[in-house]
């Protein structure tokens, strides 16, 4: 196999503003320092923010709406909703849980793509049309919506060990429980940093120690599926 060095590089992932940079070798070659890479289709970013990631998953979906836009001009909003759902929010949604965003700016960009896609399916694209009542119309819920219950599905499957993560280290159950918990309900781990704070467990065990026992106790997947998808969670 043919080894290629261009191909090849490093990052660096550190909070300091001047970081000790150190060149790596591979096969008598400088491996070349970069900001951001794509590992397994999603964008990490030395910083550990996301910003890189749902630009590029923005563009994509984007351009693949224009591509329906351009070849599939047809009035059922059936055959155009299943072509969103199948094409382009697929892109939008694709390992959600690792990257589920918190500031605004980069959930209002993702939201953008779904009411455009609200207006080609709907067929309405005058200015003065609602487009949240073309969303109420679809029973289309906030992406964000969906992407917290992803990371529910993900927490669910971790709790009962239907997925190879162990929860030995990471779920420990408080001390003492309060009114508020339930008996699955798990410590919030401390957190220095807000991108500590918003990532994947210390965000989910807050929203999990929410819900209501009769859905995190569901029997099974499919059910606890269900039961979030239909939940109103807390600000």
């Known amino acids: 196999m043919a ?32 900001d951001k890479a794509k590992y397994l289709g999603v964008t990490i970013q030395s910083d550990l923010k996301w910003h890189s990631h749902i630009n590029n998953i923005c563009n994509k979906a984007n351009s693949t709406l224009g591509f329906l ?34 500031f605004t700016e980069d959930i209002n960009k993702i939201e953008k793509v779904q009411r455009r896609a609200a207006r080609y399916v709907t067929n309405r694209h005058r200015n003065t049309s609602s487009v949240s009542d073309m969303l109420d119309h679809l029973k289309w819920r906030d992406l964000a919506n969906r992407r917290t219950d992803a990371r529910l599905v993900m927490f669910y499957k971790i709790t009962y060990h239907l997925i190879a993560i162990t929860k030995t280290d990471r779920l420990i159950q408080p001390l003492r429980q309060s009114r508020n918990m339930h008996t699955l309900s798990y410590q919030i781990p401390s957190c ?12 989910t065990i807050k929203t999990w120690n929410s819900l209501p026992l009769s859905i995190v106790m569901s029997d099974s997947i499919e059910s606890f599926k269900v039961a979030v998808s239909n939940y109103t969670y807390s600000p």
């Open 3 to 34: 080894f290629h060095p261009d191909k090849c590089n490093v990052m660096s992932i550190s909070r300091n503003k001047n970081p000790f940079i150190y060149n790596y070798t591979l096969h008598g070659h400088i491996l070349e320092h970069v």
């Open 192 to 203: 220095r940093t807000q991108i500590r704070q918003q990532s994947f467990f210390p965000r």
């Open 69 to 102: 836009r351009r070849n599939l001009n047809i009035s059922s909003t059936s055959v155009k909703e299943q072509a969103y759902k199948s094409l382009v929010r697929p892109s939008l949604e694709y390992a959600c849980s690792v990257w589920d965003p918190y």
